[in-house]
């Protein structure tokens, strides 16, 4: 029979990690957001950007970032063995953000906006 030992001595419940990809796509939309905020916001004191391109460029990269996390979550819980799980994360991950950056977009006429 196997023997279980607490993790912690504490009488608080602990802290579960978050487990489905809503979750975590909550968390990559902050860190998203705190990312794109932090880099936005030395451009806008720099005057290299308005306070309203700051705005949309932060949110959109939240969003962005949130949809890749909770994508690349759905994708590597359908892997087993921690490294395709991981290799899985990285690649979907990145083709998402590939696919959501504004750079990588064609306008109508067929140039690159």
Do not use: W
Not at 6 to 11: D, E, F, G, I, K
Not at 86 to 109: D, F, H, I, Q, W
Request: charged share 15%; net charge positive; with cysteine.
């Amino acid at each position: 029979m196997t023997q279980y030992y607490p993790l912690s001595t504490n009488r608080r419940p602990m802290a579960s990690l978050p487990a489905t990809p809503v979750e975590m796509g909550k968390i990559g939309a902050v860190v998203g957001l705190c990312g794109a905020g932090a880099a936005n916001l030395r451009r806008l004191r720099k005057h290299e950007m308005s306070g309203g391109e700051a705005l949309v460029d932060t949110l959109r990269s939240g969003v962005a970032s949130g949809l890749a996390t909770a994508t690349a979550t759905l994708v590597a819980s359908r892997f087993r063995q921690a490294p395709f799980s991981l290799l899985a994360t990285l690649v979907t991950g990145t083709a998402v953000m590939y696919a959501l950056n504004a750079e990588n977009r064609k306008s109508p006429t067929g140039e690159e906006v």
